[in-house]
């Protein structure tokens, strides 16, 4: 959460194993937050548009995501 902070970048999600960091920021920059969270692991990333992330654990199982209505538990969406 701290590197999050130094690269003025958002928390929006917390899980007891990973959690959802929010950056809207010039590509250079986007990137050097990316080296830097690196030897934590990335479980996944997305870089432009409308997205919907899984929250926590719940992550690997939301294969079918763009057929969903949005109202599902368990999801934090970013426009």
Do not use: N, W
């Amino acid at each position: 959460m701290q590197l999050a902070h130094v690269f003025h970048a958002r928390v929006v999600d917390v899980a007891v194993e990973s959690l959802v960091v929010e950056i809207c920021a010039p590509e250079d920059k986007v990137s050097r937050l990316m080296d830097v969270l690196r030897p934590y692991g990335i479980l996944e990333t997305v870089r432009t548009g409308r997205v919907a992330m899984a929250r926590g654990s719940t992550a690997p199982a939301l294969a079918g995501l763009h057929e969903m209505s949005g109202a599902e538990e368990g999801l934090s969406y970013s426009v």
